[in-house]
T-cell receptor, first 116, second 117 residues
Framework: AQTVTQSQPEMSVQEAETVTLSCTYDTSESDYYLFWYKQPPSRQMILVIRQEAYKQQNATENRFSVNFQKAAKSFSLKISDSQLGDAAMYFC?????????????FGKGTKLSVKP | DGGITQSPKYLFRKEGQNVTLSCEQN?????MYWYRQDPGQGLRLIYYSQIVNDFQKGDIAEGYSVSREKKESFPLTVTSAQKNPTAFYLC????????????????FGPGTRLTVL
């Protein structure tokens, strides 16, 4: 079975600085997708960024980028120029590839605080 | 606006009662999912449904039941058999039969907070 591990329960960053959140996963599959979701205090889950395993190029979305290391099974999230609105829980999630049921397997999350 | 709605936002249950959480989507998505979130536990899958009148158990289905009579609706019933139902419940959906990223990404509703009194 696949597992997702987020080893940092809490992280803190100064406003305008850069922070990296870690995520590792365990799988024997070669076709899969990885996601980062943000959950602010409102508790709405918001998609931040996503990565296809077969793509070597790291995904980027404005200030958010990932470092995807397939061999190491690592999928870290980098937030540049951190803003107060980035404060939230961040969840890393894994989904099997085509033909799967589409279920997501989540890590336990990292709580990010942003200091003004 | 298209989206996923969950109601109610807060729900209180007495011991021994069954309660039903609503999840509706107007995105024409094929598959729908129910997750439970506990502090420090991330999200865990309760049930999911890929087509109308069909659904499968997730990792923690005991004490829960679902139905999928319409494509846009996937209600979750928390039965009295669920011994520790206090949690935050999230519904999600996906356009499963569509190609590209739309077919791979789950989108979430705003959630329901259930508290047992």
């Amino acid at each position: 079975a696949q597992t997702v591990t987020q080893s940092q329960p809490e992280m803190s960053v100064q406003e305008a600085e850069t922070v990296t959140l870690s995520c590792t996963y365990d799988t024997s599959e070669s076709d899969y997708y990885l996601f980062w979701y943000k959950q602010p205090p409102s508790r709405q889950m918001i998609l931040v960024i996503r990565q296809e395993a077969y793509k070597q190029q790291n995904a980027t979305e404005n200030r958010f980028s990932v470092n995807f290391q397939k061999a190491a099974k690592s999928f870290s999230l980098k937030i540049s120029d951190s803003q107060l609105g980035d404060a939230a829980m961040y969840f890393c999630a894994y989904r099997s590839g085509r033909g799967s049921q589409g279920n997501l397997i989540f890590g336990k999350g990292t709580k990010l605080s942003v200091k003004p | 606006d298209g989206g996923i709605t969950q109601s109610p936002k807060y729900l209180f249950r007495k011991e021994g009662q069954n309660v039903t959480l609503s999840c509706e989507q107007n995105l024409n998505h094929d598959a729908m999912y129910w997750y439970r979130q506990d502090p420090g536990q991330g999200l865990r899958l309760i049930y999911y449904s890929q087509i109308v009148n069909d659904f499968q158990k997730g990792d923690i289905a005991e004490g829960y039941s679902v139905s999928r009579e319409k494509k846009e609706s996937f209600p979750l019933t928390v039965t009295s058999a669920q011994k520790n139902p206090t949690a935050f419940y999230l519904c999600a959906s996906i356009a499963f039969l569509v190609g590209g990223w739309t077919g791979y990404t789950q989108y979430f509703g705003p959630g329901t907070r259930l508290t047992v009194l």
